[in-house]
Nanobody
């Protein structure tokens, strides 16, 4: 079982930056791939960025070049640095942990609101 707690959301103006954090507890963090997802009102939850236990990353096309995902296994934390924010980035951002070894399992955090508005 993994518990995930996101933080760092808030209100920011277009063009601004935020850094989200997701702190994990309850299991061996280093064997989990970690991802950030977001869900805007009336839309489906979508993958924003992900990082494997080995450090490989992938990003949604809409955030490439603006967002950076990273992890600190010593702190059991994954980060999402968001730069050049746009109003369309407004959503609830969720952290997800995917166990890469059997038994496979995944866990969600409770979400943190990001609002980009002037």
């Amino acid at each position: 079982q993994v518990q995930l707690v996101e933080s760092g959301g808030g209100l920011v103006q277009p063009g601004g930056s935020l850094r989200l954090s997701c702190a994990a507890s309850g299991s061996i963090f280093s064997i989990y791939a970690m991802g950030w997802y977001r869900q805007a009102p009336g839309k489906q939850r979508e993958l924003v960025a992900a990082i494997t236990s080995g450090g490989s990353t992938n990003y949604a096309d809409s955030v490439k070049g603006r967002f950076t995902i990273s992890r600190d296994n010593a702190k059991n934390t994954v980060y999402l640095q968001m730069n050049s924010l746009k109003p369309e980035d407004t959503a609830v951002y969720y952290c997800r942990a995917d166990r890469e070894r059997p038994p496979r399992a995944y866990y969600w955090g409770q979400g943190t609101q990001v609002t980009v508005s002037s």
